[in-house]
């Protein structure tokens, strides 16, 4: 009986451990030239930056740190409830903010024109249902959801063809987008053992995926993308 209870009470605490993952991404190899936007066809667009914009979708630091990556949990069985928080995405200086983002499938999206012009939204999901709609700058904010989840996907402007970012839907909160220094953190991730995957937009589904074991306290997992031979 005494043995029964003590497994009993091992079993709870190993149950309630939870942990956390986090580290750096980088790459490995010479990173594209950065690319300036030109935003002048729409005036209000060029006349909203001081200073120049680059291209965000390869965005990496002089130490080959990679920002703008998602890195998540693969195929975890998460039975909690939807977060109540609200995430945004804003239209703000002809850019999107931020240029890439985890949701959760039922979490509530503001999306938020902060510029004096027209925008019109553009999500190309193949999961969700597709939206399209204009946000003329008298419209500053319009909320919306997608239910299913859903592997990254591109969102566009209709009416700035340098404006993309790109969302992914998850049926878990077990997911983070790396800074500007290339790190990421992942919290509360109950002790097991999985799949953790990073995805990079140029790199599509090349994605690079190592296993981490979490325990109490936190597991350190770096990624690394590599610049794909040519031969293949
Ligand atoms: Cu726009």
Same mark, same amino acid.
Request: glycine letters at 6%; hydrophobic letters at 35%; proline letters at 4%.
């Given at each position: ?7 009993l009470?091992l ?5 309630? /451990?939870? %942990? ?6 980088? +790459?490995?190899?010479?990173? *594209? $030239?950065?690319? @300036?936007?030109k ?22 630091d ?8 998602i ?37 509530e ?11 019109? /939204?553009? %999500? ?6 597709? +939206?399209?709609?204009?946000? *003329? $700058?008298?419209? @500053? ?12 996907f591109?969102?566009?402007c ?23 220094d290339g ?50």
């Amino acid at each position: 009986m005494k043995r029964l209870i003590s497994i009993l009470v091992l079993t709870t605490l190993t149950v309630g /451990i939870c %942990g956390s993952i986090s580290g750096t991404v980088n +790459f490995d190899g010479k990173g *594209p $030239k950065k690319k @300036k936007l030109k935003m002048d066809a729409d005036p209000v667009c060029g006349k909203s930056h001081q200073t120049p914009v680059y291209r965000q979708d390869f965005v990496m630091d002089d130490n080959n740190n990679l920002a703008n990556v998602i890195v998540y949990l693969k195929n975890i069985d998460f039975k909690g409830s939807v977060t109540k928080t609200q995430v945004v995405l804003d239209q703000k200086g002809c850019v999107y903010s931020p240029h890439v983002m985890g949701v959760m499938k039922g979490q509530e999206i503001l999306i938020k024109n902060s510029d004096a012009t027209l925008h019109n /939204i553009h %999500g190309l999901p193949k999961v969700n249902t597709e +939206f399209n709609f204009a946000m *003329p $700058k008298v419209l @500053k904010e319009k909320k919306m959801t997608l239910v299913k989840s859903e592997d990254a996907f591109k969102v566009k402007c209709d009416v700035h063809p340098w404006m993309s970012a790109y969302v992914q839907v998850f049926d878990h909160p077990y997911f983070a987008v790396t800074s500007n220094d290339g790190s990421y953190k992942i919290d509360n991730i109950p002790a097991g053992t999985y799949e953790v995957v990073a995805w990079q937009e140029k790199f599509k589904d090349k994605t690079v995926a190592h296993q981490v074991t979490v325990a109490d306290g936190n597991s350190k997992q770096n990624f690394t993308f590599v610049k794909p031979s040519k031969k293949k």
